[in-house]
Each structure stands twice: as structure tokens, then as C-alpha cells.
């Protein structure tokens, strides 16, 4: 017995990351531009570590921000559930972006500058262009940290909890990004001022390849949980938890002999269910039921989409037959 689906989206949501996005891009663009200058201008390794950093994180947002409107089409035949999973797609390509673009770039210029090292031609411009730098990823880093606060505000946990459990990979990528963003501007600073006092190009050059490696970090987290949701991610034990006892407690349902859910993106999650219902219970009874439990479903938790049922007999199913 299957109950039907609904195709509205988590438009708040997802208009909300929509604007994290963009500032994230738009302070990435004009700080990796004035980035760049300050690298070629001082012959900072760290400088252009920092620009390759902020032209990956440019072109992850790009990456993301595809993300979110694809992901708002409607299901289709082929596509029946709708394309929610598309954001994890994109965010894991954004990942990749991360590591390839930022993490490769950043080690090979530190790499280069450690065995061919040479001066710094002033450390004014590059400094002003970090502190800059700093301001703005800041602005970046505060929108979507104060996002993430209200999300895990209403589902009721901590911020810990939320960067480790909430479905939305967008805003998840962008309070990283920019986290290692500002980690990257201090590491970078401190290589610069440090290789200015002691002539040793070392310290710019280990900056560059800290930067790297930092990247590397990040893109793996971020790889691991977008592959993670892609292949099939249930949801959090809490949320299935409270599942399983709004169908076991409604009218007609003996038993919830099975359970399985299924994220199919940020406010998208389908419930499959195997119930023991009454033995006396008519074709009639069992629709009741049935709606019953999706009215309950859809009212405690909004965010079930799609709801499917299968009457079992739990005493069959226990002695190894089937139903």
C-alpha cells in the first residue's frame, strides 16, 4: 500500500542559502582578484596560495549556486521523487574544486617557493589586501554561521550538531569554506611577516603549503558527506526515532515490523514502512489507517515528503515467511 507524495520544496530554506551563496561569492570574486595583484606585485607565494584559494571557493559557489536551481525542479517521469539529490552532487563537485584548484595550486606554490626561493617585494600591499580579505570572508562566514544557528535553533540542537546532521549541503560548504578561508588569510600573514623579519622565504612557502594542506581537510569532509548522502543516507536516529512511534501509536497499527527512510534532499525525505495492522481490519480500515498516519507524519514533521506502507503479518515475517 503506498500513500502519495507531495512536490512543494523548502523554498525559506532554500532561498536562504540562495543569499548565503551569493555573498559568499561576491566576497570571494573581489578579494581573489586583489588577492592575485598583491601576490604578483610581492612575490608571495602565500598571496597566490590565497588567490588560488579564493578562485576555487569563486567557482564553488558557482558550483552551488547550479545546486540549488536545478534542485528546484519539479519530479518528472524519469525523476519521480524530484531532484533534491542534486545538491549533493554539486557540492561534491565543489569539494573536488577544493581540492584540485585550491589545495594543488597552494602546495605546489609552497613547494616552489621552499626550493627556489625568493625576496619579498614589500609586505604593505599584501598585508592591507589580507586584512581586507579577512573583513569580507568575515561577513561571508557570519551569514552563514548566524544560518545554520537559526536551523539548528528550530530542530532544536547544537550548532556542532547541526553543521554534522542538517541536509543541506550548501550552507554547509560555505561556513567551511570560509572558515579555512579565514584560517588561510592568518596563515598567510603569518608566513609573509615572518619570511619580511627573517629574509627566510621558508616561512612564506610552509604558509603556502599549510594553506594546502588545510584545503585538503576540507575537501575531504566535504567529499565524505555528500558522497555519503548520494548513495543513500537515512535519516538521524532522533527523526527516525520519532517516526517509527507516530506510526506505531497511530489507530489501526499493531507494529512497525520494518522501517526505512531515505534523504532525498534539505526538507525531502521518504518513509517506506512494513506494519503489523489488525487481522480483523477491512480493506477500508487499512486506507484509514494508512492516512492516518501520513496526516500524523506530515504534521509532526513537515519535511516527510513521500510515504509508503506495506502490511505485514508480524507473526509470518518472524517465522522466516513472507507477506
Known sequence: MADGTSASSDGAGSEESTGTVLLALAANLGIGIAK?????????????????????????QVLLLTGLRRSRRPAD??????????????????????????????????????????????????????????VFEGASWLKAVRQLRGEAAREQRSLRAELRLSADPTVKTVAFEDSAALIGI???AG?????????????????????????????YVLGRENMRAL?????????????????????GIDRVVE??????GPGDILVAARVDVDDTAS??????????????????????????????DADVEARGGSS
Request: glycine residues 10%; hydrophobic residues 50%.
Open 36 to 60: 592575485l595583484v598583491g601576490g604578483l606585485l610581492s612575490g608571495s607565494a602565500a598571496m597566490l596560495a590565497e588567490a588560488a584559494h579564493s578562485a576555487a571557493d569563486t567557482l564553488n
Open 77 to 134: 517521469d524519469d525523476h519521480p521523487f524530484g531532484y533534491g539529490q542534486e545538491r549533493y552532487f554539486w557540492s561534491l563537485l565543489a569539494a573536488v574544486g577544493i581540492f584540485v584548484l585550491g589545495a594543488g595550486y597552494s602546495v605546489y606554490e609552497g613547494v616552489k617557493a621552499i626550493r627556489h626561493p625568493e625576496p619579498l617585494h614589500g609586505v604593505l600591499v599584501p598585508l592591507v589586501v589580507l586584512a581586507l580579505g579577512f
Open 186 to 188: 592568518a596563515l598567510a
Open 191 to 219: 608566513g609573509i611577516v615572518l619570511h619580511d623579519l627573517t629574509g627566510q622565504a621558508w616561512w612564506d612557502g610552509s604558509a603556502s603549503i599549510a594553506i594546502g594542506l588545510l584545503l585538503i581537510v576540507v575537501a
Open 231 to 251: 548513495v543513500g543516507l537515512a535519516v538521524p536516529v532522533e527523526l527516525r526515532d520519532s517516526i517509527r512511534t507516530l506510526i506505531r501509536d497511530s489507530p
Open 259 to 264: 522501517l526505512r527512510t531515505l534523504q532525498l
Open 283 to 312: 480493506g477500508e480500515d487499512i486506507e484509514a489507517a494508512a492516512a492516518e498516519v501520513e496526516t500524523r507524519l506530515r504534521t509532526e514533521h513537515p519535511e516527510v515528503r513521500h510515504v509508503f506502507l506495506d502490511p505485514t
